[in-house]
């Protein structure tokens, strides 16, 4: 017997762009002492600046800022495999309690300097107290880890720094190292 073959349809290539951008999963996890869901102005922001690049947020929590519940949190979160990207936001300062480098340090497999360097050369044109953030981004088990700032405007600057390359980033951890 012989058998139609179908057609496949043109392929678009805004649709290719596209179905790129939407294989973020993201999970968003504010440290904070203080907040509650009502008040995370933060992680809302986040959530909302991700679902400008049509990420898919699988989920998001509070953490509070102690550095052996968040390394846990991360952690997990970092070897579950429908997560390719972790922001976290809060934490990054210079206060006793800022522990969200330190945890991130203590998970990752491979150091993305560049991405930290970035958002604090980018973001100190804006204000001089972004020099003071200690914030990191690294791997974990297919995963880009990526620390922002507490505050709402800070995140969003640096999620400007950081989105253009979000797309390549997780393309390459995902195994396509095609240029």
Do not use: W, Y
């Not at 678009?12 to 762009?17: E, G, L, T």
């Not at 993201?26 to 990420?55: I, P």
């Not at 020099?131 to 880009?144: D, E, P, Q």
Request: with cysteine; aromatic share 2%.
């Amino acid at each position: 017997m012989h058998t139609k073959r179908q057609r496949e349809p043109k392929r678009n290539p805004n649709r290719i762009v596209n179905r790129i951008v939407s294989l973020f999963n993201a999970f968003v996890v504010t440290v904070s002492d203080s907040r509650e869901r009502s008040s995370d102005l933060s992680g809302d922001h986040l959530v909302q600046l991700l679902s400008t690049l049509d990420a898919n947020v699988v989920g998001r929590v509070i953490v509070r800022d102690d550095l052996h519940t968040l390394r846990d949190t991360l952690n997990e979160l970092g070897d579950r495999h429908d997560i390719n990207l972790i922001l976290t936001t809060g934490g990054t300062g210079l206060g006793p309690r800022d522990n969200t480098p330190e945890a991130t340090l203590a998970i990752i497999e491979r150091e993305v300097p560049g991405i930290a360097e970035a958002m604090r050369r980018e973001t100190a044109s804006k204000t001089p107290f972004a020099i003071l953030s200690r914030g990191v981004a690294g791997t974990r088990s297919g995963t880009l880890i990526i620390n922002l700032p507490g505050s709402p405007k800070g995140v969003e600057e640096c999620f400007a720094v950081i989105a253009p390359v979000l797309p390549h980033a997780i393309r390459m951890l995902s195994g396509d190292t095609k240029h």
